[in-house]
């Protein structure tokens, strides 16, 4: 079983910064894909980053905003997120795309979510 817990999230205010960490755990052969989403109430279901090998993608609203870190070696992906706004207010999920043996298939395995609200 793989699991991902997610920690990090919370109440801030305009222009402030927060880190979310996601801590990847249990049975893998390679970690292909390591990346964060978020679900905003009335809004779409997003990917806000991800990392595949040492190519990075990020969302055109968080460009030069958030940044991630992505560790396969120590299995954690974290995301950075500065000068956030009330549009970045949502459910932070991480997400992982892993080989669990040699030449099984690949699936993709989700944490929890952690809420974070961004507010004066």
């Known amino acids: 079983q793989v699991q991902l817990v997610e920690s990090g999230g919370g109440l801030v205010q305009p222009g402030e910064s927060l880190r979310l960490s996601c801590i990847v755990s249990?049975?893998?052969?390679?970690?292909?894909?390591m990346g964060w989403y978020r679900q905003a109430p009335g809004k779409q279901f997003e990917m806000v980053a991800g990392?595949?090998?040492?190519?990075?993608m990020y969302a055109e609203s968080v460009k030069g905003r958030f940044t991630i870190a992505a560790d396969v070696a120590k299995r954690t992906v974290d995301l950075q997120m500065d000068n956030l706004n009330p549009d970045d207010t949502a459910l932070y999920s991480c997400?992982?795309?892993?080989?669990?043996?040699?030449?099984?298939?690949?699936?993709?395995?989700w944490g929890q979510g952690t809420q974070v609200t961004v507010s004066s």
């Open positions: 997400k992982v795309a892993v080989h669990r043996t040699s030449n099984g298939n690949q699936y993709d395995y």
């Open positions: 249990g049975e893998i052969f390679r970690i292909n894909f």
């Open positions: 990392a595949m090998g040492e190519t990075m």
